[in-house]
Structure formats: structure tokens, C-alpha cells
């Protein structure tokens, strides 16, 4: 072994190794996982001309949905400590500004990325000349805009918090076939049908039209699988801002908060590594499942084409553009600690699965304050879709110029409006936009079975998305990062300087036998408590209250 160390530092120079040693360090996991994704495909493809039956695809593909699994289990617990340490730390004015600033930056880059697929899509025409493959039937009513809109607004306020952790409402419609009593009288058709024994004869036939049912549709509540994020987004918020005025009442629940954060981060590190492993076999693991891809970039190539062009413009034009306008500073030096969290997007799928390395990146690539990241990300992640905003107005006049239906100028500002709109409510899952899409549609009277066009390739593109969702995410983190920074420092300074921790320090003293201990050094108390008292400044007050052992938080 020895031997063999001293005959690479002769073949190989020192700063080389170092070199080597340092890129290791700081880009082998990128490395890795961007070698994971060529791998994948690779693979993916190569394995195709076996035909492997749909239990030994799921078997194959077990690694991957463990990886998924993993990146879900840590969503629910990164969100709700995130949102409350960040906000309760914060002070009040400003993390109000941060939240204004935040949610108008995301709303103005979501309506922007609109107008870019509508533009682009105007300009391409990719649906011209494309036909539907056989007929598809009708799937009757769908959820109309205003009850999607009405789903978003009682998603924010949920009834129970342990049921938004797994499941999110939603209204269906229910169709309820009415039966008439009286019937009809109908008008009878009278054919004379020509005699088979004779033809210059003929027989009559009467021919009854039987009347369509009357069907009339009844909303139903409902639910669907999926985690309420943007309910426990709105709950957590509310918490940190309310824990951050209870001051030291409120620091205990701030404490397991930051241990929960801090924890989860661990696992992450840990979990890294696992990560390009999983990725080879999520990556392979989908292209098994697509249909013949030679048929798939004949009939939708355009389309393709069209949504890649606009996602390009969008992330990589727009985006950093408003990075360096805000901020006066390189977006892509900014991009370039982001990579790691892009490979994840791409191969998950899933801006919620790769909140937990996008904020791995912020903090420790990108230099992003921590009460900031903690915010802006999880809100981002709900929120903030401008790959599926793009996406779904692209698809929605595909879809149009596949029917020969031309869009007037108001339905065009009928699909930006509502492609926004849905794209707020769509979740941070794999092909959640299909979902919002039928919103799109019906606002415009397209047919929402017409989806099915684009399913199968739905799966590709909602790879690129996500990275840009995720993208947009980080970057509106550096901008805000950068707006709100005298915020702050003017909190921090102001809390410092504050007299009140030396001066007016309330604290509880808690008397036991013939020893008295202030309740901030209380240790494990096994004795029975004889009367607690409560010093505020100049004045003692006695209280008494149930005895406890007591322990430091």
C-alpha cells in the first residue's frame, strides 16, 4: 500500500492532487449525481428491448422509491421548524415586509413566466397539424374555476391539522340521473325498408327515439391524497409570528423547533450520499415505463420543443436578470452552488422532495441568512410555480390549436389569469399541473379530455419545470436576502440595545424546604414544592400552582 502511495505522488504532481483532493471535496457529490443521471438514462433505454413485465419494473425500481420516500419523510418536519424558529426570531415589521415582498416578487415572476409560454406558443404554433389519435370519451362536468379557486382558499384554513398532513379537500361533482314520471310523447320516424322476397314490395318501419336522461351534477365535499402544504404553511407561519411576541414564554416550543431543524439537516447529510444511487434507479425506472419514444417525438416534438424554449427563457434569461437587477451581483456565481438541488429537482420531480437540499444549498453554498431561508423557501415550495404556470398556459393553447379553436385576445388573458392562479394551488408533487390543468381548460371551453394528449410526455417535462420552480424558489431567496438585509441588522441592533434583558429581567423563583432557585437554573426538582413566587423587577408575587419536576428546555 505504501508502495503504491509513493508511486502515484511520482506519477501524478502535488498541486494536481490537491486540485483533485479539493474538487472531491466540494463538487464530488454533484459530480456524482449528474453521473447518476446520465447513468439512468443510459440504462433505462438499454434495458427497453427486454420487455420486462410491470412486477420486475416495480422491483427494479425500488431503489428510486426509496429515495422519494425519503425526501417526503423530511417535508412535513423541515416545513412546520423552518417557518416557526425563522418567523419567531424575526422582528415583527420586518418579517411583515419579508412576507409582502416575498409573495409579490412570486406572484410578479409567476405572471411573467405566463406571458413568456403564451408568447412563444403564439409564435411556434406547435398545434398546428397535429391530430387527435382516436376519439376520447367525454369524462362529463369537471370542477370549474370558481370551485377550484374556493378548494384554495378552505385549503389555507384546514379543519383539522393532522388530516392536512396526508389528505387536502376537494369538491366533486356527482351526477344524479332525474327519472320523469310522465312520459313524453315523442315524434315516431316511419322508414319503408325494402322486402327481401320481393323488392319492388316494401314493410314499414316505426322507429322511437328514446330522450336523453336529464343528469343534473351535485357537489359533494371531498378529499384527495396528498399533503395540505400550503395549510401547514399558513398554520406554522401563524405560530412562529405568535411565538416570536411571547418572548421567553414562547422559547421552549422555539427550542424544539430549532432541535427539530437542526436534526433534519443531519439527516440530510447523512442521507446525501444515498442520493446518486436512487437517482439511477428513478431515472431508469421512468424511461422503462414511457411509451415508444420514436411515435411520442413525432406527434408532440414541437410541443416539447415549445415548452424547453420557454422554460429556458424563463429560468435561465428572466430569473437572472432580476437577480442582478435587485441585487448588482452575478446570478450564475449565485446558480453555481444551486446545482446540486437542480440535479434533485430533475431526477424527483418534486419541488417539496428537494425543499430539504435547496435549503442545504442556501446556507451553506450561497451564504443566505438563515431566518430568510427559512421563510422564503417553504413559501416558494406552496406557492411559487413558474415552470407549471408556463407549462400549463403552453398546454392550454396546444390543446386549442390541436381543436382549430382560435383564442381571442380575452381568452388569452382568460388562460394567463387562471393559469396563474392555479398554479398557486397546485402541489409540490410529480405531475401535479396535469390536475390544475383542467381548470385551464374549462375556463376557456376546451374539452378536459383532450389532456390526454400531452399525458405521455407530461412525465419529461415536468422534470424541467420543477428544476425552474426550484430555481425561482432560491433565487427569490437572494433577492430578498439582499432587500431586507438592513431590516434585520436594524432588529438585531434594536434588540441588543435593548435594556430590558439586564434591568427588567423577569424570572420565577421557586422556593422548596429552606433553598430558593430562580426557574432559568432550576435542575431536576425531586422534592415537593412549598410555594413558587414570581419576581418582576422591584416586585415578588406569590402564586401557587401545582407542583412539577422540572427540568431545563
Known amino acids: 500500500m505504501e508502495m503504491l502511495r509513493k508511486f502515484t505522488k511520482r506519477l501524478v504532481p502535488v498541486k494536481v492532487m490537491e486540485y483533485m483532493k479539493d474538487y472531491c471535496k466540494r463538487n464530488g457529490l454533484l459530480t456524482l449525481s449528474v453521473f447518476a443521471v446520465v447513468t439512468g438514462c443510459v440504462l433505462g433505454f438499454s434495458l427497453r428491448t427486454l420487455n420486462l413485465s410491470t412486477q420486475a419494473k416495480i422491483y427494479f425500481a425500488f431503489p428510486g422509491e426509496l429515495l422519494m420516500r425519503m425526501l417526503k419523510m423530511l417535508i412535513l418536519p423541515l416545513i412546520t ?51 387527435k389519435d382516436g376519439h376520447h370519451a367525454s369524462t362529463g362536468p369537471v370542477m370549474t374555476s370558481a370551485d377550484a379557486l374556493l378548494d384554495l382558499i378552505r385549503n389555507m384554513i384546514p379543519s383539522n391539522l393532522i388530516e392536512a398532513t396526508f389528505q387536502q379537500y376537494r369538491t366533486d361533482l356527482v351526477p344524479i340521473i332525474q327519472n320523469s314520471d310522465e312520459k313524453e310523447s315523442q315524434v315516431n320516424y316511419v322508414y319503408v325498408m325494402p322486402d327481401y322476397h320481393n323488392p319492388q314490395l316494401g314493410h314499414p318501419v316505426f322507429l322511437e327515439i328514446t330522450p336523453a336522461p336529464d343528469i343534473k351534477y351535485k357537489i359533494v365535499p371531498s378529499t384527495s391524497k396528498g399533503m395540505n402544504v400550503l395549510g401547514i404553511v399558513i398554520f406554522s407561519a401563524t405560530m412562529g409570528l405568535l411565538l416570536g411576541k411571547m418572548g421567553e414564554r414562547g422559547l421552549p416550543l422555539v427550542n424544539v423547533c430549532q432541535c427539530i431543524n437542526e436534526c433534519v439537516m443531519k439527516i440530510i447529510n447523512a442521507a446525501m450520499w444515498y442520493f446518486p444511487f436512487g437517482i439511477v434507479f428513478l431515472v ?118 390541436v381543436n382549430d379553436h382560435e383564442l381571442d385576445f380575452g381568452q388569452l388573458v382568460t388562460v394567463s389569469i387562471t393559469a396563474t392562479a392555479a398554479s398557486i394551488g397546485a402541489a409540490g408533487i410529480p405531475q401535479a399541473g396535469l390536475v390544475t390543468m383542467v381548470i385551464v381548460l374549462t375556463s376557456v371551453g376546451l374539452p378536459p379530455a383532450d389532456i390526454s394528449l400531452i399525458v405521455a410526455i407530461d412525465w419529461v417535462l415536468d422534470r424541467f419545470r420543477t428544476m425552474i420552480n426550484v430555481l425561482g424558489d432560491a433565487l427569490a431567496a437572494g433577492i430578498m436576502a439582499h432587500l431586507c438585509k438592513k431590516d434585520f441588522e436594524k432588529a438585531a441592533a434594536a434588540k441588543a440595545a435593548s435594556p430590558v434583558a439586564s434591568s427588567e429581567r423577569r424570572d420565577t423563583v421557586i422556593s422548596f424546604g429552606n433553598q430558593s432557585v430562580a426557574l432559568s437554573d432550576a435542575p431536576l426538582l425531586p422534592h415537593r414544592c412549598d410555594c413558587m413566587f414570581e419576581v418582576d423587577g422591584d416586585n415578588v408575587l406569590e402564586r401557587p400552582v401545582p407542583c412539577y419536576n422540572l427540568c431545563q428546555v
Not at 409567476?110 to 391530430?131: M, Y
Request: hydrophobic letters at 50%; a neutral charge; one cysteine or more.
Open 81 to 131: 421548524s423552518s417557518l416557526m424558529s425563522g418567523l419567531s426570531a424575526m422582528d415583527t415589521k420586518a418579517s411583515g415586509r419579508l412576507g409582502v415582498l416575498t409573495i409579490t416578487y412570486y406572484l410578479w415572476t409567476t405572471f411573467i413566466a405566463v406571458i413568456v409560454g403564451i408568447v412563444l406558443v403564439l409564435i411556434i404554433h406547435p398545434g398546428t397539424g397535429s391530430e
Open 284 to 401: 431508469a425506472g421512468k424511461i422503462l415505463d414511457m411509451h415508444d419514444p420514436a411515435h411520442l417525438g413525432e406527434k408532440l416534438g414541437m410541443y416539447f420543443i415549445t415548452v424547453l424554449a420557454g422554460l429556458f427563457v424563463h429560468g435561465l434569461i428572466l430569473l437572472p436578470l432580476f437577480y442582478f437587477f435587485f441585487t448588482r451581483k452575478n446570478p450564475f456565481v449565485y446558480i453555481r452552488g444551486l446545482l446540486q438541488a437542480l440535479v434533485i429537482a430533475l431526477a424527483t420531480s418534486s419541488s417539496s422532495a428537494t425543499l430539504p437540499i435547496t435549503m442545504k444549498c442556501l446556507l451553506e453554498n450561497c451564504g443566505v441568512d438563515r431566518q430568510i431561508a427559512r421563510f422564503v423557501l417553504p413559501v416558494g415550495a406552496t406557492i411559487n410555480m413558474d415552470g407549471t404556470a408556463l407549462y400549463e398556459a403552453v398546454a392550454a393553447i396546444f390543446i386549442a390549436q
